[in-house]
């Protein structure tokens, strides 16, 4: 079974960075497309980036330029760059694997997801 563990969230001011980290265990990583989603309370889950087996990146448009999103398939582990933070940031984190294709931005194209990370930006 394929389970998935981010880490690195925080407390951080407007204009800080974080680094959310995914460790994925039990399964092939190298195999998965990896997202990252998040969620803030009272709101959808919402898509915000992936990156293909090759390393590819993906971006929605809103944290394209702050946010970057990377893989280590060695250390079984993806990774969100978060830059120039801003208070509409502050939601949950989550990390998603999926082996299968599909609309990547979908929450639904991914099989396995993580407890998520809090991230609160606040002045």
């Known amino acids: 079974q394929v389970q998935l563990a981010e880490s690195g969230g925080g407390l951080v001011r407007p204009g800080g960075s974080l680094r959310l980290s995914c460790v994925v265990s039990?399964?092939?990583?190298?195999?998965?497309?990896m997202g990252w989603f998040r969620q803030a309370p009272g709101k959808e889950r919402e898509f915000l980036a992936f990156?293909?087996?090759?390393?590819?990146?993906y971006y929605e448009d809103s944290v394209k330029g702050r946010f970057t999103i990377s893989r280590d398939n060695a250390a079984n582990t993806v990774y969100l760059q978060m830059n120039s933070l801003k208070l509409e940031d502050t939601a949950t984190y989550y990390c998603a694997a999926t082996s299968t294709g599909g609309n990547y931005a979908n929450p639904r194209t991914y099989d396995s997801w993580g407890q998520g990370t809090q991230v609160t930006v606040s002045s």
């Open positions: 990156i293909f087996r090759t390393g590819h990146p």
């Open positions: 039990g399964g092939t990583f190298s195999s998965y497309t």
